[in-house]
């Protein structure tokens, strides 16, 4: 009997042990995942707590406006590599200036208080629809300006399929043409499908260095805007609305291929290499 309880001690024994084991080793590795995963919850916990609507003003406020007279804004810089001397030439009509650039497209918005809100189709107020879209539609102007109006009619009303019909052009817009009414659905697809067919960001030209001389229309006035407010070797971002741009055109290559859609906001890049007064 003695000898049957000390095996039994000794077995109880063991599994106590052999089960205090195998705590220990749960709690050792509970308290090593927990060390590795402490910073991964800290960085997590200070990126939720910042606060977002600070750091889009931030952001917003670095942007200067090139077109004071459009309260949509529809031109917009920032700089990239400032000019710290302020003698640093400043091109003027006919300067001959020479740039470095990339250009790409600008077809959306992240958000409600993007830098580029406006400049997108998507983002397009009733006013910048007549300007620059429904302006361009011949015929379709003066019937459509009114309703447009009244209706607040958006971008982002454009774009959306399941609004713009033929029937919320004749029941809510008030056309009684047909043909009127197909023309503008039409319209609206073309104008649905450049947003469908491109990516944002997508680069269409990049040259190492370009010149052109200042005042002469050769280049969009998006680029003519903003090289006129840089200095010699600043770097500068615009971020342009279509009528900055190519407009209801777009551009094309000489073989035909679009580079740049109908109605396509832009974004570039530029560096201003060198400024030459000689022939201003």
């Known amino acids: 009997n003695n000898s049957r309880r000390k095996r039994y001690i000794l077995v109880v024994r063991m599994n106590i042990m052999n089960f ?20 991964f919850t800290t960085i997590t916990t200070m990126r939720s707590m910042r606060p ?14 090139l077109s004071p007279d459009d309260d949509a804004a529809p031109l917009r810089k920032m700089v990239l590599q400032p000019v710290e001397d302020s003698s640093a030439k400043k091109p003027t009509d006919g300067s001959i200036v020479t740039i470095q650039y990339s250009g790409s497209l600008w077809m959306s918005d992240d958000d409600e208080e993007s830098v580029g809100r406006g400049c997108s189709i998507a983002s397009w107020t009733t006013q910048a629809v ?29 774009l959306d399929g399941n609004v713009f019909t033929e ?28 947003v469908d067919e491109y990516a944002q960001g997508h680069v269409f030209d990049a040259k190492e260095k370009y010149e052109f001389v200042v005042g002469s229309s050769k280049t969009i006035q998006a680029m003519e805007l903003l090289v006129r407010s840089m200095r010699e070797g600043e770097s500068a971002r615009v971020i342009a609305r279509c009528d900055y741009g190519y407009g209801a055109d777009g551009c094309r290559t000489n073989k035909g291929d679009v580079l740049v859609p109908p109605f396509c906001g832009l974004a ?10 000689s022939s201003s």
């Open 20 to 39: 205090l084991t195998q705590r220990k080793t749960i709690i050792c590795l509970g308290l090593i995942l927990l060390q590795y995963a402490m910073p």
């Open 52 to 65: 977002t609507s600070m750091a889009k003003t931030t952001a917003l406020t670095d942007w200067e406006d």
């Open 268 to 277: 570039f890049d530029v560096k201003l290499i060198s400024v030459d007064h």
């Open 130 to 158: 007549l300007d620059c879209w429904l302006s361009q539609q011949q015929g379709l102007y003066d019937v459509l300006s009114g309703p447009f109006m009244e209706h607040s009619v958006t971008g982002s009303m454009l």
């Open 167 to 194: 029937d919320f052009c004749a029941t809510t817009l008030g056309l009684k043409n047909k043909i009127q009414c197909k023309k503008t659905v039409m319209a609206v697809r073309r104008l649905q499908s450049t």
